[in-house]
């Protein structure tokens, strides 16, 4: 996404899709939540896991 | 020194030898409840005559008769959890949760309920809907979350342990911030039965805080519905990881860590190693939007569009935006999930347990809970879950010890992890530390729970 209110129009147009109504301190809220959380996402998204082997269905409680 | 003084383990034995009357402990622990939760808002509900009947009909189990306080994320036969919120997405009613059976089982006395960081979503405690609980080293600082109540009423005195539970650090950060010993178990191996996310988490635990590790293992033993074999740690392999997480932190909490692993060394014949961990950032973010997403079970747009006008602002605005995690980044998440569980099962070959501060700064205040790092200023939350996510994430156990005091009299702590099932190595390695440092910070409490003399 490009643009200075990209992250507004990606949560404003994300939760109207869902029919999730916001006032301006849910906002206000959101905007500060997506500042931290973006960065990280992208992060994770970037992190290349191409080769690894998927764990399906992993018992938690033990060593994989 | 009064019988609510004692230790868990102490008090069960002053009963089981008959110096100890429990009722007259009930009325005790009742009575400093009524005097020090006022100042601490850690404990939102006692239910005296219910405290009485648990008495009546306790079985003689290894807490026969001792009082213990639950937190509010667990359902009891007459109070439905509230998990700290006005409204949760999950339906919950009064019922045997297995935190409950356990205890009941074990003879103890749950003698009150805990406050906890609303929906659990918060390692400060600072928010809930009984109001923040306060820190008894200094009522102005966070308790911690979102085990916040077990925590301060535990580190108070009120009582000698609490049962908790930790999905992002719940059970140790509280611990690290209130000076106490705090167990996140192995992923299954506590009860969750009766937890409103029991069918969908893939990281909550339950577990206890206590004041050391031998009370933590009575309450872990029965918990687990197994007893917890004591060791020694001889010849302990400390992994240290040179990473954020040992490095980003205050230098207090640093050099008390470092003088924390090298007496655990020390005490134990042990080695230190440094040991590689890359991606750690990666799974932070990863048991991040796992929990958060875990946690919406049951919300659907229309319910979000209705919550509770008392849900905070702060989460009524996060719970919009979980709605909103890419599908994804959730798939990318189980992905590092499966990779740090490969790199921890290699790395616990090469060492038996891993060392780092459970919190990078002590406790922050709580009207601004923000941390000083030396990378800048951050949310606390943000740091904390930084050093706790992975045991969540991977599964595996892991532990939170004090080990000092900050120059404002905080509580600074280090964690140790440990690989799947190893719970009892924990245990044997924070008893080893608190014998390398005399049991100096397990013993110390907060000055509004100085030991009281007996009566003459």
New interface residues.
Partial sequence: MEGANAPDQ??RA??AA?????DE??????AA??E??WP??L???S?D?AD????LF?D????? | MKAQDLSLRDQAAAIAAGDVDPSELLDAALARIEERNPALNAIVETFPERSREMLAAAPEGPLHGVPVVIKDEWPLPWRAQRFGAAELFQATAPEESGPYRALRDAGAVIVGVGNMHELGMGTTGNISVYGPARNPWDTDRCPGGSSSGPAASTAARMVAGAVGADGLGSIRVPAAYCGLTGLKP????ATMEGHHLEAVT?VAVSGPLCADAADCRLLASILFGEKLAAGDAAGLRIGVVRESVSEDVVPEVREACEAAIESLRAETGGAVHEVPLP?I??A???G??IINTENLHGAT??R??NLHPDIS??N???T??R????A??LV????????M??R??AL?EQVDVIAWPTVPAPAPPLDSPMVELPSGAL?AD?ANVRSAALANL??TPAISVPVGRSADGLPLALQLQA???RDELLLDAAEALERANERRWVASRPPLAEVEPTEA
């Fill in positions: 990606f949560i994300g939760l869902m029919g999730i109504e916001v301190i849910d906002l206000a809220v959101i939540t997506h931290v959380f990280a996402i992060d994770l998204l992190l896991t690894l082997e998927p764990e992993p938690l409680s033990q060593a994989p | 192995t992923f299954a191996r893939t991606d950032e990666a932070t973010i990863a991040v939007l747009p229309q979000v569009n602002p702060l009524r605005g996060i919009k935006y709605m909103l995690v890419p994804v980044a990318q998440a189980e992905r590092v999930r499966a990779m569980r490969r921890l099962a616990f949310a943000q991977t599964g690989a799947w099932g």
